[in-house]
């Protein structure tokens, strides 16, 4: 499946839930495309997801599952730059 793309909050996108693993790491790549995802703790990942443009969730929304399933979505997208 592919993410919906988000870009910016000016595209009315639907907001993101925690749930939207797949949409977050393509819209923490694009904000961060060289930033390796592996080189971030799962309490920073929390915090850049909680500050994205459209996230609609609250901190203790999440775990470590989730946090791991964003971060390797996010890890796809930086391989696949190449």
């Known amino acids: 499946m592919q993410p919906q793309k988000f870009h910016s909050m000016n595209d009315q996108q639907p907001p993101l839930h925690w749930t939207d693993v797949e949409d977050i790491g393509y819209a923490l790549w694009?904000?961060?495309?060289?930033?390796?995802?592996?080189?971030?703790?799962?309490?920073?990942?929390?915090?850049?997801?909680?500050?994205?443009?459209?996230?609609?969730?609250?901190?203790?929304?999440c775990n470590e599952k989730i946090l791991e399933a964003i971060q390797m979505n996010w890890l796809e997208e930086f391989q696949d730059q190449d």
């Open 30 to 61: 694009e904000l961060s495309p060289q930033q390796n995802p592996l080189q971030i703790g799962f309490p920073a990942l929390r915090d850049m997801v909680l500050q994205l443009p459209g996230f609609s969730g609250a901190a203790d929304g």
